[in-house]
């Protein structure tokens, strides 16, 4: 007879103790300080970025039947990418020489921090908002970052993108995504953040700055895909930890991690009182068969 797969509860007892352990730490792998970066209120900003920032829009669709070209010139639309994996959404223009080249190393960085591969769990978008940017710029930044991030397969999975003014306005307007260009140097005062999307297309998830914790960002990615990638260690964590749309991070519920805590310690109980009896019974049994 096949025996069944047993659960192990010195196993999740461990990962409990991983949970409380990072849920009281100021710099555990959800919490302490982050680099999140929330845009002042517009009557509190200069008058060059009156009109910079990021307005949320979770759960909104992007416009999917937008067009753009792709890095090698080819004619192509945002549903093209989406439909099986959730995506990573960087808006950066290929000229910039300040905060675009942060955001897209940030971004090679914590792709490369993470287990999961790109192309296989998810796909990545760079799509430029400047629309003077050309393919040939777009073919130059992606040898650069797919070469930083440096996992097989990653020319298939991470594409980058440029556009006409149109289908750039109603990109950015959809994610929130505001910029203002300077008239005299015409380089773009913009913010710095990433996006997780569903397959489907919609904003999951906004992500600040220009370091993006691995840790988060797979969660993240989990979530987006509705637990279908991802492994169990995901999901108690997803349960265990909330995402704060207002800071951009995950961070501890400490209800569901009391909850989970006690059922995993009743079970190691039960588990231990268990094989208890049964070390006692066999004992029984052999000093039995030495009396007859």
Request: net charge positive; hydrophobic share 35%; glycine share 10%.
């Amino acid at each position: 007879m096949r025996r069944t797969k047993q659960w192990n509860p010195g196993w999740l007892a461990l990962v409990l103790v991983v949970l409380s352990a990072s849920a009281w730490s100021q710099q555990g792998m959800f919490g302490g300080s982050g680099n999140g970066i929330m845009s002042p209120p517009s009557n509190q900003r200069p008058p060059k970025l009156a009109n910079v920032g990021i307005q949320q829009n979770l759960n909104q669709k992007l416009p999917l039947e937008l067009t753009f070209r792709d890095e090698t010139g080819k004619s192509v639309q945002l549903r093209d990418y989406f439909g099986s994996k959730p995506v990573i959404l960087s808006l950066a223009y290929y000229n910039c020489q300040m905060l675009c080249p942060e955001v897209l190393s940030g971004l090679a960085t914590a792709l490369k921090g993470m287990s999961f591969d790109a192309g296989k769990e998810f796909d990545v978008l760079t799509v430029s908002f400047d629309p003077h940017d050309t393919p040939e710029l777009a073919a130059k930044a992606k040898r650069e970052y797919v070469r930083r991030y440096g996992r097989k397969g990653a020319e298939q999975a991470w594409h980058f993108l440029t556009g006409k003014p149109d289908a750039i306005a109603a990109l950015t307007k959809a994610t929130g995504f505001q910029y203002q260009q300077d008239g005299k140097t015409g380089q773009y005062a913009h913010t710095t953040a990433i996006m997780i999307l569903t397959p489907e297309g919609k904003i999951s998830q906004y992500y600040y700055g220009v370091e993006y914790p691995p840790k988060d960002m797979r969660l993240g990615l989990v979530a987006a895909s509705k637990n279908k990638i991802g492994n169990l260690t995901d999901s108690i964590l997803l349960y265990c930890y909330h995402y704060d749309p207002a800071t951009g991070r995950y961070g501890p519920v400490i209800v569901r991690i009391l909850r989970i805590s006690g059922l995993a310690t009743m079970l190691f109980l039960g588990s231990f009182i268990a094989m208890m009896i049964r070390r006692d019974s066999s004992h029984r049994g052999s000093g039995e068969e030495r009396t007859t």
